[in-house]
């Protein structure tokens, strides 16, 4: 029960990595809100986990918007008591804009560039401040972003929403960083996690495509492309006490691809 006593809430939790950290959560004691824009399968999951008896909540979230985010945060506090916990995981690929190719940046439209930008950036931004003054209220607090391999290294043409993407994730990370060096005093902690390649709906178009899957295998060095749960467990351990000594720390689960 790495989580005992704990409220957490994550963003795009209806499904991939989201449900997975939910699921995890659950299981480790914490009582968990779940915020997506897909009700059906945020409320399927709901439903899933309280039949085992876990304390779970689905509301509907779109991270672009603040009025969202303050309701997810209120229902959080109102219904659990608290917020110990939040996982900014909600985030957009090619896949969201209808499996566009990104093309190099002198070819890159602009509106792929917002909605991407909207999303992984401006969201955390919106969740962070959000979910801040009821940590605040609480005296202690962990975010975990999910930024991504792309936001430590390039994205080359050809590798799904490309630029817009990286830069995206790189916001998130130095986010990251702000967050933890403000709020270290009022012991919040704020940590980035960076997944490399996962099986996940945002990555099943890319890698159904010829080779593609056995080219990302042969880029990492474990072999393998790795799962949901080998983010979850990161993500906990950033979640629980025991990284209590870390702010600000970028935590690469990649499969050895930026070793090299
Ligand atoms: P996923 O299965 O597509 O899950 C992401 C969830 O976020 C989906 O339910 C998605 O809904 C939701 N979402 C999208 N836009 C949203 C919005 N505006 N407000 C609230 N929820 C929204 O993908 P995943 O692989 O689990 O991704 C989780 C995080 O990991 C993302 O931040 C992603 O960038 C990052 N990541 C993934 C990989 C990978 O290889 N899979 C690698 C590195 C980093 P829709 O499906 O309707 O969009």
Redesign the pocket.
Known sequence: MRLEGKVALI?????????AEARLFVQEGAAVVI????DD?GMKLEAEIRELGGHITFVH????DAEQWTSAVNEAVTHYGKLDILVN?????S??IGGVQAPRIHDAPEEVWDQIMD??GK?VFLGTRAALPAMLANGSGSIIN?????GMVGLGPGSGAGSA?ASS?GAVRLLTKSTAVQYALDGIRCNSV??????????SRMMSEPGMREMRIAATPLGRI?T?DD?ANGVLFLASDESSFMTGSELVIDGGYTAQ
């Open positions: 963003s795009g939790g209806a499904r991939g990595q989201g449900a915020g997506d824009i897909l399968e979230l779109d991270v672009t995981n909600a985030g957009i690929g896949t969201n999303v992984n969201g999910i930024s991504s391999i792309a993407y994730k960076h997944p490399g390649y996962i099986d996940t709906a945002m990555t790795g949901v983010i």
